[in-house]
């Protein structure tokens, strides 16, 4: 099982607000729930950016900081699950992302791999590892043990071995 974390983005490139980009993400993750895949769910952001209203609608935890490393860090802490999904806000994983991700966990349990946004320019569809990051699958004790200013950074850091077959739409 996972923990899943939603990081809030505010980000002039994608459309949409950031609460409402964070709201359909976590409309996204419904699916996995209910097939068991994610045990709970967590909401990161700044204060009072109004999550505290998603959090309760949605019934999941919410972590609010004052910088994104440290919403990152503190919802990393918070996750139950010895693994942890880290999705961005404005991203839902697409069909065969909760097979995949089942695989992943069963496979090893130091397996660490990226879930990229689905192709939309043509070189993305030419080259799809030049995708924009859409979420990481890692363990927890690693992310900790991992100093990083954002979930690319930690990506970086962490250097997945494998980038998931299923790719995450952008829902902004």
Do not use: K
């Amino acid at each position: 099982m996972l923990s899943a974390i939603v990081l809030y983005e505010e980000n002039a490139a994608l459309d949409g607000e950031p609460v409402e980009r964070m709201v359909r993400s976590l409309g996204s993750l419904v699916r996995a729930s209910i097939d068991g895949l994610l045990r709970d769910v967590l909401v990161a952001g700044p204060a009072r950016a109004g999550l505290d209203v998603v959090a309760d609608h949605a019934g999941c935890g919410l972590v609010e900081a004052s910088g994104e490393a440290q919403w990152l860090r503190a919802a990393i802490e918070a996750a139950r699950e010895p693994h942890v999904l880290l999705l961005r806000a404005g991203f839902a994983p697409q069909q065969g992302f909760v097979e995949e991700a089942g695989d992943l966990l069963q496979s090893g349990a130091e397996r660490t791999a990226i879930l990229r946004a689905a192709p939309d320019r043509f070189l993305e569809r030419l080259f799809p590892r030049v995708a924009p990051l859409a979420g990481l699958i890692a363990p927890r004790e690693r992310c900790l043990r991992t100093p990083a200013a954002d979930v690319s950074g930690l990506a970086q850091a962490l250097a997945p071995v494998s980038t998931m077959r299923a790719c995450a739409r952008r829902v902004a």
